[in-house]
DNA sequence: AAGTGGTCTAGACCACTCA
DNA sequence: GAGTGGTCTAGACCACTTG
């Protein structure tokens, strides 16, 4: 049965159907109206369902496991992936202990505040100068001792009302499922800075210590940017590991 | 027509047949059968040629695409990547300028010299003890400036006669090709260093300021260390740039 | 107009998982 | 043994590039 709105125009449009399709699977896990963890119909089934083939069906299929947002299992079927699950919440962090482990630490929030973007979040999230944005500053732990100093902001037009809310979510994966949005790539600049007066004491260090300086962009699976981050880290038994092919 | 020794056993192994075909066409652009940036047969040549569906040949050809040994232009035609190209060699190149373009600068060797793998380049290489290891020592510069000094080790397996000869190319890539490697994923760990006194000099620094350690190990496609590069970089007007997905 | 890669179809059969 | 995803086939038609 087709329901879908897309598919009724789909014949007409110069979009290939496989991308189409993927869209408004897409849009299932996004709206929640499949749940993270759940398995989704078999590919026949949805092919019948959006009126493709099944070798259509197949390449949609593909194109969202490759996105992150789908996990097939042979003999077994299709689940919705969940962005909280600690494989897929840790994507985006790339800092690394001494063994190259990742770093189940905690994290201590000193800030959380909505208001219009600056120049800076005008520049690096793309949006306009009167556009609001949700900032979070909080301090990263290993061991009960900070390492970490992050600035964040986003659109608050992608998470309304999270300023106000008490909670905020360690990961940006589990803030994005919780909204609704899907993400995507993400870039890093690296480089070093010196601890100022106030990083040198959130961290409990001597001011001018050296520290790696993490500017990270986060965007949504359309590309828009979802989430700036601007980290200072005191790394002396930890790495940054970048990984590309 | 048939002429690969893979085709025979084909059809009696487990490995997927897109595999096969797609190991094939890899070894035939290693091989240099395939020169850089000449065209291939068209797909239905090729499935004819390998004895195999248009859609297992496709499929093959996605996954080369994929991988950066091919390129292919709809109305066109199916090209070998010429790994040389300012594109493809850079790669690897993590470290960009202010505006994030990339850094046209020159190299100085410094050494290149041939010997028995140490327990560090066992370890980083998963090479045996005995094994030789070619290593080249050189500076990278910026406007004439230094600022990155590189201290490179390679297995002499896969660069045969490396270290005797009097040139060396600046890219790994460039490198690659000649020898007919194929190079697949990259990671590297970053952290901060301070100068020791032999890099301040090399770099014109005062001895303990910070620089940007870079250990970089790059892979051949099919999984095997092929490059390890210590470098230390002076980055005070740029930065790492890293992306993921 | 001829040739190429890109999309799409409608199946068949295989490998794997689990009740 | 029933159900799933993974592989493979043998086409058709479309979009794009070039002579």
Same mark, same amino acid.
């Given at each position: ?35 993270? *963890? ?38 077994? *079927? ?20 001494? *063994? ?11 800030d959380v505040s909505e208001g219009v973007a600056n120049d800076a ?50 990961r940006i994966t589990i803030l994005a499922q919780e909204f609704g ?46 989430e700036w981050r601007l980290g200072r880290c005191h790394c002396a ?9």
């Amino acid at each position: 049965m087709v329901t879908d709105p897309m598919m009724t125009a789909s014949r007409f449009s110069t979009r290939p159907l496989y991308l189409q399709v993927r869209d408004a699977l897409a849009a299932r896990i996004a709206t929640g109206d499949w749940q993270p *963890g759940a398995a989704i119909p078999n590919e026949g089934d949805l092919a019948r369902e959006f009126g493709v083939s099944s070798g259509t069906m197949r390449k949609a299929l593909d194109l969202l496991e490759s996105e992150r947002l789908l996990t097939r299992r042979q003999g077994r *079927g299709t689940f919705v992936n969940d962005q909280t699950s600690d494989e897929l919440a840790e994507r985006y962090s790339n800092i690394r202990a001494q *063994g190259g482990e990742h770093i189940s630490g905690d994290f201590q929030i000193l800030d959380v505040s909505e208001g219009v973007a600056n120049d800076a979040e005008c520049t690096r999230l793309s949006v306009r100068e009167h556009e609001r944005v949700c900032r979070v500053r909080r301090l990263r732990l290993c061991h009960g001792k900070p390492f970490m100093s992050e600035h964040i902001s986003m659109p608050a037009s992608l998470f309304p009302g999270l300023a106000k809310r008490g909670e905020f979510p360690h990961r940006i994966t589990i803030l994005a499922q919780e909204f609704g949005v899907l993400l995507g790539k993400g870039q890093e600049r690296i480089s070093i800075d010196t601890a100022s007066p106030e990083i040198a004491e959130a961290l409990r260090l001597a001011p001018g210590t050296p520290v790696l300086m993490l500017d990270r962009l986060i965007h949504t699976l359309d590309g828009r940017p979802a989430e700036w981050r601007l980290g200072r880290c005191h790394c002396a038994d930890k790495f940054y590991l970048a990984e590309f092919n």
